[in-house]
C-alpha cells in the first residue's frame, strides 16, 4: 500500500480540456480554418465573466496542421471562451481592452478597425484589410477524470467587394479615371461580434486595375469591351444598414452610380439559399463581384451581374 500499487489501474485522473477550432460558417459550409485563419486569441471568462486565461498563438504552421487545439486545465465551474482570430499585432484590427487576468471584464474585449484620416478629417481605409474572425461559446468543467475535445465556431466579419466597369461604346477605359468609394458605419466590433455605433468610415478602392474582355452580342458575334476593375476589403454588413458605393468621375467630379451593396448582394441569394436568412447570408459570404455596364460613362442600369448571377 505504502508504494502505491493498490492505485496502479487508475491511469492518470486528472481532468483536460481541449479547444479545437473551425470555421464553417461560410456559404460553401466547409471548414476553413486551416487555410485560412493566421491567428488567434483565446479568452475564457468565469461565471462573473472576469477574464481568467488568455492564450494567443500566431504560429501559422501550427494553425494551418487541421489538427491545432488549445489545452486547458481549469477548475469545475461555468466559463465562457470568446476568440479573437486575425488580429495579427494589430495591422488592420485594434484590441481595445488592455487585457489583464483577474481585472479584463468581457464586455471591454471590443475591437476597432484601423482607419486614416484624409485632409478634410473622414475617416479613411485604404488598404486591404486582414481577415477577422470571431467566436464564442459557453464551457462546462467537471471534475470528472479525462480528456474533453470542444469545438469552437468562427465566423468572418471581413468582405471583399470587386467592382468591374465595362464600357460598351468602345474605346479604352483608364482605371484612374474613376474614384471607387464605400461608405458604412461598420468599424467597432463588441464582444459578441455585433456592431457598435461608429463614425462613418470611406473604404477606398486598395486596387484597380484595366483589362479588355469579350462579350457575346447574341448576334452570333462578340465585341471587346473594355474594362475597370476595383477592388475594395469592407467590415461587416448588416441586413437593413447597407453599405453604399459610389463611383465618380474624376476629371468631371460627376457622378457614375450609387447603390446599396448588401441589398444588391442579396438579390442573388437564389433559390437554394431562400431559406436562409438575409443576415446569415451576408456572414456567410465574403466575396462579392459585381459587373456593372458603361455606355459612354453612364451606367446601363438595366444590366448587372453579381457573383455570375445576372
Known amino acids: 500500500c505504502l508504494s502505491g500499487l493498490i492505485f496502479e489501474g487508475e491511469g492518470d485522473c486528472g481532468v483536460y480540456y481541449r479547444i479545437r477550432f473551425k470555421y464553417d460558417y461560410n456559404i460553401k459550409f466547409a471548414d476553413a480554418f486551416a487555410n485560412e485563419v493566421n491567428s488567434v486569441a483565446l479568452y475564457i471568462f468565469d461565471e462573473n465573466d472576469v ?42 484590427f ?7 487576468v483577474g481585472v479584463t471584464r468581457r464586455e471591454e474585449l471590443q475591437v476597432k478597425m484601423n482607419r486614416q484620416r484624409d485632409q478634410s478629417g473622414r475617416a479613411l481605409v485604404s488598404e486591404d484589410l486582414l481577415p477577422l474572425y470571431h467566436g464564442k461559446m459557453p ?14 465556431s468562427l465566423m468572418k466579419n471581413t468582405n471583399t467587394i470587386r467592382i468591374l466597369l465595362h464600357e460598351l461604346s468602345g474605346g479604352n477605359m483608364e482605371a484612374d479615371k474613376f474614384i471607387f468609394e464605400i461608405n458604412d458605419d461598420n468599424g467597432l466590433y463588441d464582444c459578441d461580434n455585433t456592431l457598435l455605433n461608429d463614425e462613418m468610415i470611406t473604404y477606398s478602392a486598395w486596387h484597380q486595375s ?44 460627376k457622378d457614375v452610380f450609387r447603390i446599396p451593396v448588401a441589398d444588391y448582394a442579396l438579390l442573388v441569394k437564389g433559390n437554394y439559399r431562400k431559406d436562409m436568412g ?21 451606367w446601363v442600369s438595366s444590366v448587372i ?6
Open 139 to 152: 464551457l462546462e468543467v467537471t471534475d470528472e477524470p479525462g480528456t474533453y475535445t470542444e469545438t469552437m
Open 51 to 92: 477574464l481568467v486565461e488568455e492564450i494567443a498563438t500566431t504560429d501559422k504552421e501550427a494553425l494551418s496542421t487541421g489538427t491545432f487545439e488549445i489545452p486547458l486545465e481549469l477548475d469545475p465551474g461555468s466559463y465562457t471562451l470568446m476568440a479573437w482570430g486575425g488580429l495579427m499585432n494589430e495591422e488592420s
Open 210 to 253: 484595366t483589362g479588355s474582355a469579350d462579350i457575346d452580342t447574341g448576334l452570333k458575334a462578340t465585341t471587346g469591351v473594355s474594362v475597370v476593375l476595383a477592388e475594395h476589403t469592407i467590415g461587416r454588413m448588416r441586413a437593413g444598414d447597407s453599405p453604399v458605393l459610389h463611383i465618380k468621375n474624376r476629371e468631371t467630379g
Open 278 to 298: 438575409d443576415q446569415e447570408y451576408l456572414d456567410r459570404q465574403d466575396e462579392y463581384t459585381m459587373t456593372f455596364f458603361l455606355d459612354g460613362g453612364e
Open 305 to 310: 451581374y453579381i457573383n455570375s448571377w445576372r
Open 94 to 100: 485594434d484590441l481595445l481592452a488592455d487585457v489583464q
